[in-house]
């Protein structure tokens, strides 16, 4: 029988300032703060040395999958708060322009496929919502946040009741990458 890999090593940069008080992981840098909470996953948090440990303690596969996954999470938590993410979607349309506006914490998507109403969506966190050209450019520190902001920005222009093959339009995701432009 194959042993369960259960520990995983993250490393922390320099400039960055990791607290953890049980469950509950602090990460502060250059570009802001991240807090998240861990206390429902089985799993032990500790900070040697410049390097977080995590790990699980008689794992079995669906613990040994949280290690990787609150790993992941804490490696994209760092990454956010030193270089930042950056979301680009492309706004697309055939015949009725499509106007794109930020009103509050909401994201005003105007006349698609000839609408008379308005189609709202949240602006998750502390992302920011920004407007080049044709290009809809998402930002902020927090993964989580900015794609799930792209993912509903693209969602709410769904198109439905028509023939999507004809019905084109929308609000596409085109570029996802790190670093937050100016």
């Known amino acids: 029988m194959r042993a369960i890999e259960s520990v995983k090593n993250i490393a922390v940069p320099d400039g960055v300032d990791v607290k953890i008080d049980g469950r509950v992981i602090s990460v502060k840098g250059e570009k802001g703060s991240l807090t998240r909470d861990f206390s429902e996953a089985p ?31 804490i490696q994209n938590m760092i990454t956010g708060i030193t270089r930042g993410f950056t979301y680009k979607l492309k706004i ?20 698609f496929t000839g609408e008379r109403s308005p ?17 809809v450019i998402v930002q902020g520190i927090s993964l989580e946040d900015v794609s799930q902001t792209a993912a509903n920005i693209e969602r709410a222009t769904k198109v439905k009741n028509k023939d999507p093959r004809v019905f084109l339009d929308g609000i596409f995701v085109y570029e996802k990458k790190e670093g937050i432009e100016a």
């Open 43 to 73: 799993i032990g948090l500790q900070l040697e040395d410049k390097k977080i440990i995590v790990q699980a303690s008689w794992p079995r596969k669906r613990e040994a999958a949280l290690v990787g996954t609150v790993a992941a999470i």
């Open 92 to 111: 697309v349309f055939s015949h009725f322009p499509i106007s794109v506006k930020v009103k509050g914490k909401k994201v005003s998507i105007e006349n």
């Open 119 to 135: 189609r709202l969506t949240r602006i998750m966190g502390d992302a920011t919502v920004s407007f080049k050209e044709d290009d």
